[in-house]
């Protein structure tokens, strides 16, 4: 059956959804090109106290069920205590994306973007990472040039550029996310020759044939 490089294209974007979801799995295991050096095993997480794990799991639990603002309190909370546990790279996605919604920022996205940037910090390989940039620079595609909407995109692409060169992502999931960055960032013919790259990079369905 064809595969145009439209669909492709679309089944690469669900695909980069799907690596994405659910956030608490960040380090679920894809594997990237087969040409492609391996990526470092992750370090064996030490064992975790079990009445601090009990705790840990209720203040993520009252952030779940708590409205904005006291739900951003909780989760600061959280990443400041718990940030050595699994759920932590969830809780940190997850300040990011509500602090956007924090009245108490009066309309400012520069508390989201610290937030983001701490969440490369502490956790440089989570790809979450790359969508907490994502959602910020998805805000600022129409606004007009400014110094922070320049220091937005370029953090995440410098983030990009460290995954890159680390190859600590599965190359077509990368590509496709450098893609995004330069799209949104409205560099075209930029955007266009990286998502062929990731397309390239991709393996395409067993018995398709490519049509440009």
Known sequence: MPTSRHARAAALRLAVAAFFL????CDGGAE???A??????????????PERARAAAELLRQAGASEIPAKVDLLRRYVALY??????????????????????????LEPAFAAVRTFA???????????AFRQLAQILASAPESDFRTRVFDAWEGWLEAREQANDLPPEILLFEIA??????????EAEATLDAALATASPPPGARIEA
Not at 22 to 25: D, L, S
Not at 87 to 106: F, G, K, N, P, V
Not at 122 to 131: L, T
């Open 180 to 189: 995004r960055a330069k799209e949104l960032r409205k560099r075209w013919s």
């Open 22 to 25: 659910p956030a608490a799995a």
């Open 32 to 34: 990237g090109s087969s």
């Open 36 to 49: 492609a050096p391996p990526a470092a095993p992750p370090a064996v997480a030490a064992p975790v106290d």
């Open 121 to 131: 910090d502490r956790k440089p390989r989570a790809p979450e990472v790359s969508e």
């Open 83 to 108: 940030d050595d546990l699994p759920e932590a790279t969830l809780a940190h996605l997850q300040l990011c994306l509500y602090l956007r919604m924090d009245d108490r920022t009066q309309g400012s």
